[in-house]
């Protein structure tokens, strides 16, 4: 069975574009959950979904958004890009929310943002 | 919030020494898990840790959980040079996760 994909898997881009990443979750998984993690350290939270709704946000601006769709796939955009926001964009999906459930992890998408 | 500290953030050690990860956070945190970061790769998921007093093992990992001290270790027995890597912790339903343990296995 496929794991958590996630594309594109390399994007550059340039301050104050806009940028979407996309994850697509095991197949039975409800949850989709997004992390930034910049070089050298833990991944952050950014947002959370279950069942197309959102479920928990991170400390991150309203540039950054989500949604997930009826298939349990997700996006996740960035308006506005500033060079800080170059990191590794983490996906991971989950079967359910708040149960202390497995996180699978995709592989994530490396934004670079000149 | 939550904040969740690893010591140490970096640790070179021996094959075949024993060696523990320590994992403190600050406030109450149902669960406690624990993942692996191989250099340019995703996390992998080691421990789900779901109450006081857990402990799980797999291979040479072993991870537990002490919700009264606020405390979790990750102790590793033998140690190899295959567990080079980063491991993490992090707590709480959003998930926060400390800076790291970043472990060097000498041969």
């Known amino acids: 069975d496929a794991g958590v994909t996630q594309s594109p898997t390399h994007l550059i881009k340039t301050r104050g574009q806009h940028v979407t990443l996309r994850c697509s979750p095991i197949?039975?998984?409800?949850?989709v959950s997004w992390y930034q993690q910049v070089l050298g350290q833990g991944p952050q939270f950014i947002f959370q979904y279950y069942e197309k709704e959102e479920r928990g946000r991170g400390n991150f601006p309203d540039r950054f958004s989500a949604r997930q769709f009826p298939n349990y796939s997700s996006e996740l955009n960035v308006n506005a890009l500033l060079l800080g926001d170059s990191a590794l964009y983490l996906c991971?999906?989950?079967?359910?929310w708040g149960q202390g459930e497995t996180q699978y992890f995709g592989p994530g998408t490396r934004l670079l943002v000149l | 919030e939550l904040k969740v500290e690893q010591n140490p953030l970096f640790l070179s050690m021996q094959e075949g020494k024993n060696y523990t990860i320590y994992c403190n956070y600050s406030t109450t945190s149902d669960r406690l898990y624990w993942y692996r970061q191989d250099p340019g790769k995703s996390l992998e998921s080691l421990f789900v840790l779901l109450s006081n007093g857990a402990v799980k093992q797999e291979g040479r990992l072993m991870a537990s959980l002490d919700t009264k001290a606020r405390l979790s270790t990750l102790h590793i027995t033998a140690a190899v040079h295959d567990l080079s890597a980063t491991y993490f912790c992090a707590g709480d339903d959003k998930i926060i996760f400390g800076k790291g343990t970043r472990l060097h296995i000498l041969p």
């Open positions: 197949s039975g998984h409800k949850s």
């Open positions: 991971a999906s989950s079967l359910g």
